[in-house]
């Protein structure tokens, strides 16, 4: 094996707790050097019923008529059943990576058919779109990195991204790579303090000649940074000028509106009535956008049976989601993407003769994110605890459900 092989076989080996079992004839008679690993747990689970898990690692190392690449297969079962006579499989993982000295032939992530993939002709590069799915920081950064030039990516997060192989290739620096997503230039100091997908929002929402005036900012309170999120931290940025009760709330509305119509937050913001026309300026331009069908995921729908006093109306469509930012004033029809992207759903809560709009997130189950009345005042305690109550119960029956089924 050569240098970057080596590097990546010996992560494989150490990773992964390989043996070494020599050589092995494969069905087609080629000769391999092979590592293999195996485990089963066996588990007693209410009565007469087991589960097994197994777990088969292989690595080969292909060396035959000139070959020179390494296969690692890692397939991960579970079955249940309640005799050896009536086994019923639930879940394959499988995930197969083959690495010539160029970089990735190909990569199989498969939970269904994992034995349906094909090595096609050719070399592909592993790119920032499959960097995420290996689950291995070290592994993807590893294979990422085929020559010295690409050597910036160890300090990339491993996370989605969405950018073609080419465009990858043609950075050669972190900073050349945060540019390419934000369009401009960006201030080195900003990305040794800030993480990097926060830059990249950042990138999205202010203008390019504001990066030196929010570096500043974001350098007076850097003991923070680590407990600040974005947009939280651009929102701190203006609320210390306002002495309203409601401009924080403003604050978010007002730039996630930005975000969605597409336009930048002004930065030279410094009294809650230029705030307040601001905000109205881009609900406007919001609502007479042409807005996406909303598909709101299955996890976020549920029937309230807990307390009667609360009714839930899951918001789930465009027109209707228009119209819950009309008759509440608010920008919630700005929430299109949040929603088709499962990162939340939305309902029409009414209490006491009131109605309310209500976000919930999931973060290891259903959480309310906000809860707001009309024109965003706050719901009232009462309430807010009432729907943190009933969005236990249902992670609770939810989790219990799960459980029966194994």
């Not at 010996?10 to 390989?18: A, F, R």
């Not at 930065?267 to 026309?277: D, G």
């Not at 929430?335 to 997130?361: A, P």
């Amino acid at each position: 094996m050569n240098k970057y092989l080596q590097k990546i076989a010996d992560h494989l080996i150490d990773h992964e707790q390989l043996n070494h079992r020599g050589e092995r004839k494969l069905d087609d008679g080629e000769i391999v050097e092979c590592w293999h690993k195996n485990k089963y747990l066996y588990a007693n689970v209410r009565g007469e019923t087991y589960i097994e898990d197994r777990v088969d690692c292989f690595l080969y190392h292909h060396t035959e008529d000139d070959k020179n690449y390494i296969e690692f297969f890692f397939e991960e079962s579970a079955v249940r059943y309640k005799s050896e006579d009536d086994k019923t499989e639930k879940k394959i993982i499988y995930n197969k990576i083959t690495v010539d000295d160029k970089g990735v032939k190909a990569m199989t992530h498969n939970m269904r058919n994992p034995y349906n993939d094909k090595i096609e002709d050719g070399v592909r590069y592993i790119s920032l779109k499959n960097f995420y799915k290996l689950k291995d920081d070290d592994l993807a950064r590893k294979i990422m990195i085929s020559s010295d030039d690409l050597k910036w990516i160890e300090k990339l997060p491993v996370q989605y991204y969405n950018i073609a192989n080419g465009d990858t290739r043609k950075q050669k620096s972190l900073k050349e790579f945060v540019e390419f997503f934000a369009g401009g230039n960006v201030p080195k100091k900003l990305i040794n303090i800030m993480e990097i997908p926060d830059i990249i929002y950042l990138a999205s929402v202010i203008e390019e000649n504001e990066f030196s005036k929010f570096t500043q900012y974001i350098y007076s309170i850097r003991e923070k940074v680590d407990e600040l999120k974005l947009p939280n931290i651009l929102i701190d940025f203006y609320v210390d000028k306002f002495t309203n009760s409601s401009s924080k709330n403003m604050i978010r509305d007002y730039i996630e509106l930005c975000r969605s119509t597409e336009n930048r937050v002004n930065l030279n913001i410094k009294s809650y009535n230029r705030l307040k026309e601001e905000h109205d300026r881009m609900m406007v331009l919001s609502r007479s956008r042409e807005m996406p069908d909303i598909f709101t995921k299955d996890i976020f729908r549920f029937e309230n049976d807990i307390d009667k006093e609360i009714n839930f109306e899951l918001i789930d469509g465009k027109t209707r989601l228009l119209n819950e930012s009309i008759m509440m004033h608010n920008c919630v029809n700005s929430y299109d993407y949040r929603i088709n992207n499962g990162q939340c759903g939305i309902y029409h809560v009414t209490y006491e003769g009131k109605g309310y709009t209500l976000e919930v997130g999931n973060r290891k189950g259903l959480k309310t994110h906000q809860l707001r009345g009309n024109c965003n005042e706050s719901a009232p305690e009462d309430l807010h605890n009432k729907v943190d109550k009933i969005l236990a119960e249902i992670n609770s029956k939810r989790k219990t459900q799960v459980n029966n089924k194994l």
